[in-house]
């Protein structure tokens, strides 16, 4: 049994289960929190909304999802998953990919101060810089 798992400013992650080309996680997301605007080089996303209400952005669009709606987030999408409501947000993400390691996250903009793009000036501000990627 997978038993790895992280707490994030946010929330945090559960691994479920792992093999050769996937991972499966439960991401719990506290109210009035959000993950970071991210990319990922090696790997696409599935999400499928257990409890609570979902506000995603994919490339730009915003689109909201209940439970038992889901969402496909292809290879090196932008993305980003906000709970705006006040009860726990839990998701099941299925990543597919052929490296699914916590490392291949490229940040494009953070609320927590932990992407380059990002000038942290340790007084609970940041400034987050526009940054445009030239291929997706």
């Known amino acids: 049994m997978v038993t790895d798992h992280a707490e994030r400013p946010w929330g945090s992650w559960h691994t479920i289960d792992e093999s050769a080309g996937y991972k499966v996680k439960r991401i719990h997301v506290k109210p009035g929190q959000r993950l970071s ?37 292809a290879q090196g999408a932008a993305h980003r998953i906000t709970n705006a409501h006040a009860e726990e947000l839990v998701i099941i993400e299925v ?16 609320d927590y101060g932990r992407c380059e793009c990002d000038d942290d000036h340790g007084d609970g501000t940041v400034e987050i810089h526009a940054h445009h990627a030239a291929s997706v």
Not at 100 to 105: L, M, N, R
């Open 37 to 73: 605007y991210q990319t990922h080089k090696h790997r696409s996303e599935h999400w499928v909304v257990i409890f609570g209400i979902a506000t995603c952005v994919v490339e730009g669009k915003e689109i909201v999802a209940g439970p038992g709606e889901s969402i496909d987030v």
């Open 95 to 110: 990543q597919r990919g052929a490296y699914t390691g916590e490392d291949d996250i490229n940040r494009l903009e953070d």
